[in-house]
């Protein structure tokens, strides 16, 4: 495999760290009676800065990302709502309003968006919009064809390296946990900014599991699925999906880290993580997460799975395991490697990944020649004074059965401010 630079630079870089020792003490993300029953609930989260190797405890900020709403920093989002940032009162401005289908079958909308008084619609503009005058109201329905966004797991020869956070002070998980068989905890993203885009769906909290994987949603299934399937949990990422007991021994840990890719990234780690059945058949592998954030990135949606070891393949085996993906609904997915435990009938396939191995799970879309996106413009006088935000929020219902897409809206800020200034004299000598 090719090793890049930081890579091979790696030991000499940890024989030089600056270690900041990261608090025990985790702040609930809820009240103690809303964190899921068995579960820890963390929003102060480790960070790490690998270029100074200096560990702090991240801190939460004001931004934060919305259910259902647009957010601007996915590029999957179904509903767009774009225009101008400022405006002068009497200005012709446009808006342009985009939907699109990332699913896999053909879609109907129902596009609306209200008119403030702020705005007189130009009616030549519209050209596919309807405009009702009573409400103030434009509209649209009709169908989009699926996009087919869908994720390709395979294997890869960027170096993103297994790091042991423990090497930077990250406490192991499983030491404020009175059982570390099977459990969960639910870490907070998005109070610090972050989110992970899975099949076009911005994740901003995440439940990891001691089993080998991370997913959206409570818990599901102990044991490994096919995937995908609808009767395992939605929304999951499997690195080594399989009946792990991390209170044999072994370790667990989970921080952000900064400076492996060009974005932050959620770092787990499963450091000789046993099977429960058999404490020699452990395991070190880690996934990254590319985080997004307010700004748009290549890297959205993308993950690497890395194996350091993996003891006992063939043990590993028997017992059973998978890796792969699945959307929130077990519609989409994949498995790249999986073999059946407890009376599955699914048959076997590929094999547990050799040390170095890096597999890197990126989004695709399939059918981009199609009419998946749309886009509608219009244009309107700016009858708004100085100084005035003047507001549009865009919604489009469709017959989706996810929530996370059936019903979604985009707001747009319009800044009504003049655009010419003149100059003003002081007295005096300056």
Request: proline share 9%.
């Amino acid at each position: 495999m090719k090793k890049t630079g930081f890579y091979m630079a790696l030991p000499l870089l940890t024989l030089s760290f600056i270690l900041a020792i990261a608090s025990t003490r985790a702040q609930s993300l809820h009240q103690p009676n809303d964190c899921p029953t068995g579960q820890r609930c963390i929003a102060d989260i480790p960070v790490i800065h690998l270029e100074t190797a200096v560990t702090k405890l991240s801190h939460p900020s004001s931004l934060t990302i919305m259910d259902n709403g647009s957010d601007p920093a996915n590029p999957y989002a179904v509903i767009r709502n774009e225009g101008p940032q400022y405006a002068a009162p009497d200005a012709i401005i446009q808006y342009q309003i985009t939907l699109a289908n990332y699913e896999m079958q053909e879609r109907q909308y129902e596009l609306t968006e209200t008119i403030p008084d702020t705005l007189e619609i130009l009616p030549e503009s519209l050209q596919e919009l309807s405009y009702d005058n009573s409400t103030h109201q434009i509209s649209w329905n009709g169908s989009l064809p699926p996009g087919h966004l869908e994720y390709i797991l395979e294997e890869s020869d960027d170096a993103i390296p297994y790091l042991d956070l423990a090497t930077f002070g990250v406490p192991n998980l499983c030491d404020s946990l009175p059982d570390c068989h099977g459990a969960t905890i639910v870490f907070n993203l998005g109070v610090n900014g972050y989110a992970f885009n899975l099949y076009g769906q911005p994740l901003t909290e995440l439940v990891v599991s001691a089993n080998g994987l991370i997913l959206a949603d409570d818990y599901g299934p102990a044991l490994p699925q096919w995937l995908p399937d609808e009767n395992a949990p939605g929304s999951l990422l499997a690195a080594l999906w399989r009946d792990t007991d991390m209170s044999l021994h072994g370790r667990w840990h989970a921080a952000i880290v900064a400076g492996l890719l060009d974005v932050p990234v959620f770092y787990i780690q499963w450091h000789d993580a046993p099977q429960a059945d058999d404490p020699d058949d452990t395991a070190r592998f880690a996934i990254a997460l590319a985080l997004d954030n307010a700004a748009t990135s290549d890297l959205s949606g993308h993950a690497f799975f890395t194996y350091d070891n993996i003891a006992h393949p063939e043990q590993t085996i028997a017992a059973g395991y998978v890796i792969g993906v699945e959307d929130a609904l077990g519609e989409r997915g994949l498995t790249y490697a999986y073999a059946p435990c407890c009376g599955q009938t699914q048959p076997p396939i590929g094999y547990p990944p050799q040390p170095d191995t890096v597999l890197h799970l990126h989004p695709t879309l399939f059918y981009p020649e199609n009419e998946y996106r749309r886009s509608f413009t219009y244009q309107a006088i700016v009858r708004g004074h100085v100084p005035e935000t003047i507001t549009t929020t865009a919604r489009a219902i469709n017959d989706s059965a996810n929530p996370a897409v059936n019903d979604v809206w985009s707001t747009h800020y319009l800044s009504v401010r003049w655009q010419q200034y003149l100059p003003i004299a002081y007295g005096g000598t300056p």
